[in-house]
């Protein structure tokens, strides 16, 4: 789980800007200017046939503005690239939309208004070298998260026949990225949400069709003392991006999407984290390595976790804005 509490648009690593999307999305002045978007969307998109592709997105951006969708002009872009099966360097390139695709490009841009995801709309998101399936009921990868796995990766290079474990793995975008980039690991990714799991098994099937080693996949619990109790000890990293929203949290309108069982953490948001730290400590071999997702808050709390018995080097790490985002650890 990223800072879901930014709206999110992966398509830029444009980095934890909840705060202004917050301030420009709350109380019944954002509701309202939404439902005006949204009513002079359709007049405007009829009129789309006969407009020029760019000049349909400029009109398109700046109503996702004014609904206050961060990113509005790309997300414009990158809707009208899918109403059109185009790539979005090309879109200068096309002469204007179809009957069907303008009606295409006004029910996607009338979404976005009411802030449905854009993720949710093309039905997949980018994270690092891959294009993952989502949609309702799996969590959204964010560009924060990539930042832990560009780490996981050092932490194993030069390991022969090296083993990996996603925990919380929703989609499978850390699992499916480190057995991309990395083909000499054995990654097993962990996630208990059925519907996840639907998720995270599609995509680790397109990913082996492409020739990527494939990733085993758990449908269990990765708190319990039970999962993966075959490979304890075996481990040389384990990686998680837990649900860590701590209860009452305040979030963008988007992240109301994302299943809560990704989203909340408890009341003080590490509930879940706690569990995994054990499951780690289990699985790593000693000299494993154990880095895990958290918000900034929880810097010092989440360090402190890490009973001084059995980790050493625990430190944090920053995300590309420079908030800490990731607690790390060595296994004694």
Not at 97 to 119: C, G, H, K, S, Y
Not at 140 to 159: M, Q
Request: aromatic share 6%.
């Amino acid at each position: 789980m990223n800072d879901i509490q930014a709206g999110v648009t992966p398509a830029i690593p444009q980095k934890m800007a909840h705060e202004a999307a917050e301030e420009r999305n709350t109380g019944s002045m954002a509701d309202s200017r939404n439902q005006a978007a949204t009513g002079r969307h359709r007049a405007v998109a009829e009129e789309n046939t006969g407009l020029s592709v760019r000049r349909a997105v400029a009109i398109a951006g700046a109503q996702l503005s004014e609904a206050g969708v961060p990113s509005a002009r790309v997300d414009a872009e990158l809707l009208a690239s899918f109403a059109l099966q185009v790539p979005r360097a090309q879109l200068g390139l096309v002469s204007g939309f179809t009957d069907e695709q303008a009606d295409r490009f006004e029910e996607l841009i009338a979404e976005r208004v009411n802030r449905v995801p854009l993720q949710h709309l093309t039905g997949e998101a980018a994270f690092r070298y891959l294009s993952l399936a989502v949609g309702p009921g799996v969590f959204i990868p964010r560009p924060e998260t990539e930042y832990l796995v560009e780490w996981g990766l050092e932490k194993l290079r030069g390991v022969e026949s090296a083993v990996a474990v996603d925990l919380c793995a929703g989609s499978g975008a850390i699992a499916l990225s480190l057995a991309h980039e990395m083909s000499n690991v054995n990654v097993h990714a962990v996630e208990q949400d059925e519907l996840a799991v639907a998720w995270l098994q599609r995509n680790a099937k397109e990913q082996a069709g492409k020739g990527d080693h494939p990733v085993d996949v758990y449908a269990e619990d990765a708190t319990s003392s039970e999962t993966l109790a075959e490979s304890n000890g075996a481990v040389d990293l384990v990686l998680s991006n837990p649900p860590y929203i701590p209860l009452g949290s305040s979030v963008a309108h988007e992240v109301h999407h994302d299943p809560a069982h990704a989203l909340w953490g408890g009341v003080d948001g590490l509930d879940v984290v706690r569990g995994v730290i054990v499951t780690a400590s289990r699985l790593l071999k000693p000299g494993g390595w154990f880095g895990f997702e958290h918000g900034e808050q929880h810097t010092f709390a989440a360090a402190e976790l890490l009973d001084a018995q059995e980790w050493t080097s625990v430190d944090h790490l920053d995300d590309l804005t420079g908030r800490p985002r990731f607690t790390i650890g060595q296994r004694r």
